[in-house]
């Protein structure tokens, strides 16, 4: 979130600068940014589209309190390469 806020801060600076000299490197350097948050949001969403994430667990059953091992695969079938996965395991019980 922080690297956001500085991405935004430093669009506005740009395009500040932009407005007030009246220079257009600055206006096509902030262009730029923009091209790029876009061309960035577009990637991520067609590499999520082709994730798949599998679970596999060794045990049926558990006792209370028994800790178990969870394999989590992750296969990208994407041509594009995936930053940071984060994959939330939520666990509950059924028969309660």
């Known amino acids: ?10 669009a ?9 000299y009246r220079n257009l490197a600055f206006l ?3 262009y730029g ?8 949001a577009i990637l991520n969403i067609i590499s999520i589209c082709h994730l798949e994430i ?4 060794s045990e049926n059953v558990v006792q209370i309190g028994q800790k178990i091992h969870v394999y989590i695969t992750i296969n ?3 041509i594009f390469p995936t ?3 984060e994959v939330k395991v939520n666990s509950f019980n059924l028969y309660s």
């Open 1 to 10: 979130m922080k690297r956001l806020i500085v991405y935004v801060i430093l």
């Open 12 to 20: 506005a600076a740009s395009m500040h600068i932009a407005l007030i």
């Open 28 to 30: 096509s350097i902030f």
């Open 33 to 40: 940014q923009l091209f790029v948050v876009l061309l960035l």
């Open 54 to 57: 599998f679970m596999n667990i």
């Open 76 to 78: 990208n079938r994407s």
């Open 83 to 85: 930053g940071k996965i």
